[in-house]
């Protein structure tokens, strides 16, 4: 597993193939090749895209910043997936920095032998990310105005 280090050993870790917050561009194919296997028939991705609007007020510039335990905590999110969900193997990215409108802010990816097994540990992936990991969110407004907002 890419990223911090495991604090605690889990049946999940060999299926938590990468799991981090990075400063670079990040891509739901770069998290997809990682999980396909050719034991899995489904691979179910997931891009978290800045937008142009949120609030009803345009958006022109945004920046994630990250706890020093994001790191951590998004392995920890991942292998707990992993963990209630033996069959699926699980990569996930979270961006921090600087980004503009269209730039891919997370990226996830998880493989299943079968879709419906795929389809629900994504969606309890990407959730869990946003309830859990500490990273907080500037935007700057066409207003002239700005806000912090948590992604807890």
Known sequence: MTGAAATGSSVADDRVVLADVVDRSITADEVSAVVATDQDGAVVTFAG????????????????ERHPSADEVI?????????????V?????????????G?????????????AEAFTACGALVDLVK??????????????????????
Do not use: C, M, N
């Open 75 to 87: 392995a920890e999110v991942a292998r707990t997936i992993a963990d209630a969900h033996p069959e």
């Open 49 to 64: 895209v800045v937008r142009d609007h949120d609030g009803g007020k345009g958006v022109t510039a945004l920046e994630y």
């Open 89 to 101: 193997r699980i990569a996930v990215l979270h961006r921090v920095g600087a980004l503009r409108v």
């Open 103 to 115: 730039d891919v802010a997370l990226a996830a990816a998880v493989s299943s032998p079968h879709r």
């Open 131 to 152: 309830e859990r990991v500490p990273i907080w969110k500037h935007q700057r407004f066409t207003d002239g105005s700005d806000e912090w907002v948590a992604a807890l």
